[in-house]
């Protein structure tokens, strides 16, 4: 059996900081710690942290009943009028939004403020999307398929700016960039799909051309771990969506020689250390 590890598995830097900066305020807060949203898409790493005392605040709702404690942003961002609640007296704000999302957060608020209609290319009812359209200033669209890409129409001389969600399908973007470039209005593109999310997706692809069978280990509600999972069954038609270990265990794998595993973004290195260790000795 010969089992390929994707070296991009696993969390990135973003997420990574996202999960240290929570530690890190369970030990100095003296106070109720609590983040805005899940801090990543992994109950593992949740439940952990819930039995450590950190609440997950779930609506504005919950969030203006708090009067007191340290409240941690996660990667995936907020838009500016929650950022803004965040300022208040008894609240302190530990923002571990992603570089790289803060910086499309800059972008378009930069842009939107001086007239460009602004592109979202990304899951509407994904929370980085839902927190970049709370920075634009005017118009936008958020579109996720070629055809809504396809049907928009603007005057010949507005501005237009695209951004892409940071895990978006690296390949699927540059299909929507062509059909901007041919719409030949003008329109300024930036490739905001995140350079930890290429890679990743890159590898996987690579990996899941040459192998048997494929594994992707990530939650269920982990879009760039579904999205990985696409990109990897498109290539490898054995290709299986596992949480952990244990899911694994109920999948038939007979008649198998090469076996490549890659992970998604919140994935914990040991779930994947974990399924590489049973896949090598068991099967
Ligand atoms: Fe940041 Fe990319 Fe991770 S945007 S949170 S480094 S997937």
């Known amino acids: 059996m010969n089992v390929t590890v994707a070296s ?12 240290n900066t929570v530690y890190e305020q369970i030990e100095k807060s003296r106070l109720p710690v609590y983040t805005l949203g899940p801090i ?57 939004t992603c570089p790289f999302v803060a910086k499309i957060h800059r972008i378009v608020e930069k842009d939107s403020s001086e007239g460009a209609v602004i592109i ?6 994904h929370p980085e999307v839902k927190g970049i359209k709370g920075w634009v200033n005017g118009p936008y669209h958020i ?20 951004v892409a969600q940071t895990t978006y399908n690296h390949q699927k973007f540059k299909e929507f960039v062509e059909i901007f470039k041919q719409m030949a209005y003008n329109i300024k593109v930036c490739s905001t799909v995140c350079s930890a999310t290429e890679e990743r ?35 490898c038609k054995r290709t299986y969506f596992i949480e952990t270990i244990v899911d694994l265990k109920t999948q038939p794998f007979q008649s198998v020689s090469d076996v490549g595993i890659t992970a998604g973004a919140s994935t914990p290195k040991n779930i994947i250390e974990e399924v590489q260790n049973y896949v090598r000795n068991e099967f």
Not at 8 to 19: I, L, P, R
Not at 120 to 125: A, H
Request: hydrophobic share 35%; aromatic share 4%.
């Open 8 to 19: 991009s598995a696993g969390f990135c830097f973003g997420v990574n900081k996202a999960v």
């Open 40 to 96: 990543i898409h992994n109950a593992i790493v949740v439940k952990d942290l819930a039995e450590k005392g950190v609440k997950v605040i779930n609506s504005e709702e919950e969030l203006e009943d708090i009067k007191e404690g340290t409240v941690i942003i996660r990667s995936h961002g907020v838009s500016k009028n929650m950022r803004e609640k965040l300022n208040r007296e008894g609240i302190v704000c530990v923002d571990a």
């Open 120 to 125: 979202i290319v990304g899951d509407p009812d």
């Open 143 to 162: 579109i996720n398929s070629p055809e809504e890409a396809k049907r928009l129409k603007f005057e010949p001389d507005e501005k237009i700016t695209v």
């Open 201 to 235: 997706q890159s590898e996987a692809l690579e990996i899941a051309q040459k192998v048997d069978a494929m594994i992707v280990i990530g939650d269920r509600h982990s879009s760039n771990s579904r999205k990985l999972y696409d990109i990897c069954k498109n290539r």
